[in-house]
């Protein structure tokens, strides 16, 4: 069996997920997505997190390969999304003396989910275990990144931190495990889209996360999904810094729905004048083509937002109310916001839009307005408009 050793007695033994095409039954994972494990073996040995259930028999496999006939001491359980914690069971049953380490919150989700009561032990912020060879791990709690229960460990002798879902992304492992053995450009986009999607209504945690650790010296991130984390370390936390904060680039992302091409001929006109404005970044997304995941990622990226929908049913055309939802949900903030809507005999999307949007902290850069059927000269001029105000708020 293949093993990697990624650092001093520090070993990967996590799975790949080749199969799915959603990650949560949501997401799209065209490059799968990976569910990381490590060992960490002193004179006591320890297994941070897990992997999914239906992985047990591959998983079980991989730690023989790494530890042979050695027991595992603890199991540090970071985080307790059954995408890491499902193989607890078959864990306690091959290792039935396992210590398994969480926190208060983590102890009221594994007697929930897998009726575990005993041989736990419950840990509070900066409390360590000494696994002997110089090897203490140590606790820190970061709630709601992403769960209640989640916590961060951290192997002060090898400056090696253990995080859970942050600095996580999707695309499952081809062969390297950490950075410096691979060409990384496709993990960082898929980054901004993991942190979108799953991790972003919890920014103001994921900062108090970043304070907690900020004065830790750390050469590598192993985080529960995508790459190790050791060149770009530093580069990955400055990413999670500036979209924890709603920090943006120069650029426009356009999510539209369209049902006979009247919307999407009114988004070229605005795509067309916002590349004469000078907006170099202007991505379109047709909404019911391609899944409002990868919308949410340029949103993360790019400082101002358009979106447009037809009128259906006297409320929204759904994937466009979706978006809103999700924008929503996620109180994204920091934005120029732009938007509007069309219909044939009574329109009702730019109300729509505009409760959706009551009192999230975004600036909406233009007037909202409502095409009547298709774009006649004066709904070509508010298009314009439209597009000259964003560019201004943006470059
Ligand atoms: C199923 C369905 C429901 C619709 N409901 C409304 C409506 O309630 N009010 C309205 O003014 N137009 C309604 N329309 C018309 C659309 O809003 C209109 O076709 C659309 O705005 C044109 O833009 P598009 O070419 O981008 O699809 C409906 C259209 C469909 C197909
Ligand atoms: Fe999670
Ligand atoms: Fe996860």
Redesign the pocket.
Known sequence: MNISEIGNKIFYAGVNNRTASVFEELWPIPNGVSYNSYVVAGDKVALIDTVPACYCIKFLHKIAAIIGNRPIDYLIINHMEPDHSGAIQIIRQKYPDIKIVGNSKTADMIAGYYGITDNLLIVKDSDTIDLGSGKTLRFFLTPMVHWPETMMTYLESDAFIFSGDAFGCYGALNGGIVDSEMNTDQYIPEMYRYYSNIVAKYGVMVQNALKKTASLKIDYICPTHGPVWHERAAEVVGLYDKMSRFEAEPGVVIAYG???????EAVEIIASELAKSGVKNVRIYNLSHTSYSYVLADVMRYKGVVVAG?????ALFPPVEALMKALHLRDIRNRAFAYFG???????VTKRIEAIIEGMKIDVVATPFNMK?SANTDIEESCRTLAREMAAKVL
Request: glycine letters at 4%.
């Open positions: 369209s049902m006979y091409g009247n919307t999407e037809p009128t259906y049913s006297n069309s219909y044939t005999w009574a329109p009702a059927q």
